[in-house]
């Protein structure tokens, strides 16, 4: 059963800098997508950022741009999202989820990935 299990949440003032990790198991995600997509209170979820598990590929949301970056250690079955310059409105709760055969204009659609994480809190604040 493939699982998605994120951490690395937290409280960070602004300007700070945080690093959430997924661990991907239970399948192989050859051919996947692996995203980050948020949801703070009241608002729709938001696509972050996306990678292809094997290949290369790596997209960002234009909100984030220069600020995150997603990464992939593959030996380690784990993708990460580096957030600097964290903002107010960073504050989220931020998912992990996979999705399998994603092309680039499809991969910020939260619709088409097939698996999702808990969820991990993060709050920008002073």
């Known amino acids: 059963q493939a699982q998605l299990v994120e951490s690395g949440g937290g409280l960070v003032q602004p300007g700070g800098s945080l690093r959430l990790s997924c661990l991907a198991s239970g399948r192989s995600f050859n051919n996947f997508a692996i995203g980050w997509f948020r949801q703070a209170p009241g608002k729709e979820r938001e696509f972050v950022a996306s990678?292809?598990?094997?290949?290369?590929?790596?997209f960002h949301a234009n909100s984030v741009k220069g600020r995150f970056t997603i990464s992939k250690d593959m030996a380690k079955s784990t993708v990460y999202l580096q957030m600097n310059s964290l903002r107010l409105e960073d504050t989220a709760v931020y998912y992990c989820?996979?999705?399998?055969?994603?092309?680039?204009?499809?991969?910020?659609?939260?619709?088409?990935?097939?698996?999702w994480g808990q969820g991990t809190q993060v709050t920008v604040s002073s």
């Open positions: 989820a996979a999705g399998s055969g994603l092309i680039a204009s499809r991969i910020h659609r939260d619709d088409l990935y097939d698996y």
């Open positions: 990678i292809r598990y094997s290949g290369g590929g790596s």
